[in-house]
């Protein structure tokens, strides 16, 4: 039996509360009577130990991106990269592409989990069930109407979670049924949906809403539209691009004060930068720079983040004024109850030790999964 033995610091327990120091034994959290002889120590140096970060739309990271090559190699390299800043658990995500490309990519989803592949929970298709008004970066060209085919096809994963973000003008409240069903977790998102229409589809089964704010109609005092129906919304998972430049670190303070905090969900929309020194990629043709820190399109349409997820956790301290177990909460906890996984998100004795060491500036300093350091930051 392995055993290590955190101190020196804060360590972030879940649920508001903290510790002054973890006994890990093997790939779970012990009990905190637990003996602690024989442990390894692990000195904080007056940092944070936290519950690993779980992100719900990571598109590419260590220089690869997901549709260029969805395979298992290319995601073990993305979890690989992000792992280097926290990331415990995380959804390769395909952008809008064909039904072909979106097959390939749930069967090495399926061979990555089966293969033991460090973090890889499932997958997130973002489109191409979506709203040509509110392509974002997506190319238009790929977007299709759901049908019976193809949610035979999104809900045909045998291992993992399942997540989908379609807009819910571009289908039917019984189609968002038939996913729910059969499985898929359904999120909102790259739609020009008014209040009513994004009431009906949270009825039908919508339980999250894929970067509150960005690529959907805003709040307008006459007409809500799916930000004013999603602030309204106590129940579904909001994620949040915290950058500063995706959306205004105000307009996130004032939904933050609107609902529960744990109904958001920090998420990076990673592209292939991260882990990387790289100042430009290539997504589906197109060249995109980063320009401050920001992933842009020649005409200045952005296109995914260069964002990590212990950046963000940091960026929700100091933009957002959280505090440290409110970012952790983000980042963890509501994504693992999001993604129904009830063994990760927190630090509680029997729970899986999944963690991330951040120092006292909020920078990574390291990670574990499953008890076993990876990644160095």
């Given at each position: 039996?392995?055993?290590?033995?955190?101190?020196?610091?804060?360590?972030?327990?879940?649920?508001?509360?903290?510790?002054?120091?973890?006994?890990?034994?093997?790939?779970?959290?012990?009990?905190?009577?637990?003996?602690?002889?024989?442990?390894?120590?692990?000195?904080?140096?007056?940092?944070?130990?936290?519950p690993g970060f779980i992100d719900t739309?990571?598109?590419?990271?260590?220089?690869?991106?997901?549709?260029?090559?969805?395979?298992?190699?290319?995601?073990?390299?993305?979890?690989?990269?992000?792992?280097?800043?926290?990331?415990?658990?995380?959804?390769?995500?395909?952008?809008?592409?064909?039904?072909?490309?979106?097959?390939?990519?749930?069967?090495?989803?399926?061979?990555?989990?089966?293969?033991?592949?460090?973090?890889?929970?499932?997958?997130?298709?973002?489109?191409?069930?979506?709203?040509?008004?509110?392509?974002?970066?997506?190319?238009?060209?790929?977007?299709?109407?759901?049908?019976?085919?193809?949610?035979?096809?999104?809900?045909?994963?045998?291992?993992?979670?399942?997540?989908?973000?379609?807009?819910?003008?571009?289908?039917?409240?019984?189609?968002?049924?038939?996913?729910?069903?059969?499985?898929?977790?359904?999120?909102?998102?790259?739609?020009?949906?008014?209040?009513?229409?994004?009431?009906?589809?949270?009825?039908?089964?919508?339980?999250?809403?894929?970067?509150?704010?960005?690529?959907?109609?805003?709040?307008?005092?006459?007409?809500?539209?799916?930000?004013?129906?999603?602030?309204?919304?106590?129940?579904?998972?909001?994620?949040?691009?915290?950058?500063?430049?995706?959306?205004?670190p105000a307009a996130l303070r004032i939904?933050?004060?609107?609902?529960?905090?744990?109904?958001?969900?920090?998420?990076?929309?990673?592209?292939?930068?991260?882990?990387?020194?790289?100042?430009?990629?290539?997504?589906?043709?197109?060249?995109?720079?980063?320009?401050?820190?920001?992933?842009?399109?020649?005409?200045?349409?952005?296109?995914?983040?260069?964002?990590?997820?212990?950046?963000?956790?940091?960026?929700?301290?100091?933009?957002?004024?959280?505090?440290?177990?409110?970012?952790?909460?983000?980042?963890?906890?509501?994504?693992?109850?999001?993604?129904?996984?009830?063994?990760?998100?927190?630090?509680?004795?029997?729970?899986?030790?999944?963690?991330?060491?951040?120092?006292?500036?909020?920078?990574?300093?390291?990670?574990?999964?499953?008890?076993?350091?990876?990644?160095?930051?």
């Amino acid at each position: 039996m392995s055993k290590f033995l955190f101190e020196n610091g804060t360590v972030v327990l879940g649920d508001g509360r903290t510790a002054e120091h973890l006994l890990i034994e093997d790939d779970r959290v012990a009990a905190p009577d637990a003996d602690r002889a024989g442990a390894e120590r692990i000195d904080l140096a007056e940092g944070w130990l936290l519950p690993g970060f779980i992100d719900t739309q990571v598109n590419g990271g260590g220089g690869v991106l997901f549709n260029d090559d969805p395979s298992v190699e290319t995601i073990a390299a993305i979890g690989a990269a992000h792992a280097r800043f926290g990331t415990t658990g995380f959804l390769p995500t395909l952008i809008s592409d064909t039904p072909e490309k979106i097959d390939r990519a749930l069967r090495a989803t399926e061979q990555a989990i089966a293969a033991g592949v460090p973090g890889v929970l499932g997958i997130h298709i973002e489109g191409p069930f979506l709203n040509p008004r509110r392509r974002g970066t997506h190319d238009v060209a790929h977007f299709i109407r759901l049908d019976a085919e193809k949610i035979a096809l999104l809900s045909s994963l045998t291992h993992g979670r399942t997540l989908v973000t379609l807009a819910p003008e571009m289908t039917t409240p019984d189609d968002i049924r038939a996913l729910a069903a059969a499985g898929v977790i359904v999120a909102a998102g790259h739609t020009d949906a008014d209040y009513a229409t994004m009431q009906s589809a949270f009825e039908a089964g919508v339980t999250g809403v894929t970067h509150l704010f960005n690529a959907m109609s805003p709040l307008h005092h006459r007409k809500p539209g799916v930000v004013g129906a999603a602030i309204e919304n106590r129940t579904a998972y909001a994620g949040l691009i915290v950058d500063g430049r995706h959306v205004a670190p105000a307009a996130l303070r004032i939904a933050l004060a609107a609902r529960p905090h744990d109904r958001f969900m920090l998420v990076t929309d990673a592209m292939s930068t991260v882990g990387t020194d790289a100042d430009h990629f290539v997504l589906q043709g197109k060249t995109i720079r980063i320009e401050n820190g920001v992933c842009v399109e020649a005409d200045g349409t952005l296109a995914g983040s260069a964002l990590d997820m212990a950046t963000a956790v940091g960026n929700a301290v100091r933009m957002l004024g959280l505090e440290v177990a409110e970012a952790s909460m983000m980042a963890s906890g509501a994504p693992a109850a999001f993604l129904g996984l009830g063994d990760r998100g927190a630090l509680r004795p029997g729970m899986r030790a999944d963690m991330v060491w951040l120092g006292a500036d909020l920078g990574a300093r390291g990670t574990w999964i499953a008890g076993r350091r990876v990644g160095e930051a």
